[in-house]
């Protein structure tokens, strides 16, 4: 399996930029996939999955971020617009073996757990300045 990330760049603050992934050797459809992102000194944070439906976001970036997955293409995207200095970070692309769930009171949405997923890209650069 191989992800590979591209569209990382550096951008303003309030611009927008899509990020992609690109896998061979694995199906984007009907698993979990997701983008995490980490900064130096700091643990690597889930911030987006999905599977086939609904996807999950980190509360940072809802509203304003979108996963998407072309199957076509076998390739995961993330728009990411109202970029702020914050959201500066190297970002991840990462997969699982199958479906990989958080549940809480009945309810189940795509995990945002690092521990969730199998393979990881190599990371994208996104800079944003103010």
């Known amino acids: 399996v191989q992800l590979v990330e591209s569209g990382g760049g550096s951008v303003q603050a309030g611009e927008s930029l899509r990020v992609s992934c690109l896998a061979s050797?694995?199906?984007?459809?009907?698993?979990?996939m997701g983008w995490f992102r980490q900064v130096p000194g700091k643990e690597r944070e889930g911030v987006a999955s999905v599977i086939e439906g609904s996807p999950s976001y980190a509360d940072s970036v809802k509203g304003r971020f979108t996963i998407s997955k072309d199957y076509a293409k076998n390739t995961l995207y993330l728009q990411m617009n109202s970029l702020s200095p914050e959201d500066t970070a190297m970002y991840y692309c990462a997969a699982a073996d199958g479906v990989r769930t958080y549940c809480r009171g009945g309810n189940c949405s795509p995990s945002l757990k690092e521990d969730d997923f199998d393979y990881w890209g190599q990371g994208t650069q996104v800079t944003v300045s103010s």
């Open positions: 050797g694995y199906t984007v459809g009907r698993n979990s």
